[in-house]
């Protein structure tokens, strides 16, 4: 299946509180907040949905990245389960960590949930490093979070096959 990424709108709202919910049952946000996440400008959300369908959102990332402040932070992410293993996580960061970019940032941030090691593997593979623990940071669980950092590269041009 091929899949497509796009601005998240208010339209959107429903389809991600669907995943966000069944996703962080314990600690998922409000409608409110990530409605007004959506549209505030210090933010950028995406949604993923498979191509020609535009409304059946599968996954969907925030950022928070004001322009020019140098530091930016991955708010979340989530894929539905049926439609992980395809690289749609990889995808939303990539292009969150280009936006960020785009912005102004040179370092990006994260919290993860020590009990997410999957979550952990992708953020280290996109070259993230463990900085600090946020003792009993997901609540009610009082689960831990893991601070990750990431610098982020500069675009890196390469001359043209068989030039």
Do not use: C
């Not at 020019?68 to 990539?94: E, K, N, W």
């Not at 669980?141 to 675009?155: C, F, H, N, Q, S």
């Amino acid at each position: 299946m091929s899949w497509q990424l796009r601005r998240a709108t208010p339209s959107d709202l429903d389809a991600i509180m669907v995943i966000e919910s069944s996703e962080f049952a314990n600690d998922a946000w409000s409608s409110d907040m990530m409605a007004a996440e959506i549209v505030d400008n210090h933010g950028y959300y995406l949604v993923a949905h498979p191509v020609g369908e535009p409304t059946q959102v599968k996954a969907y990332a925030g950022l928070r990245a004001p322009f020019r402040s140098g530091q930016a932070d991955i708010q979340t992410i989530a894929v539905a389960p049926d439609a992980r293993r395809h690289g749609i996580g990889r995808a939303l960061m990539h292009a969150l960590m280009v936006e960020a970019r785009d912005r102004g940032a040179g370092e990006l941030f994260l919290e993860v949930r020590d009990d997410n090691p999957a979550a952990q593997r992708l953020y280290e593979s996109l070259g993230f490093e463990h900085i600090a623990v946020r003792p009993n940071y997901y609540q009610p669980d009082g689960v831990d979070a893991i601070v990750m950092r990431l610098t982020i590269p500069e675009p890196k041009l390469s001359p043209a096959v068989g030039a």
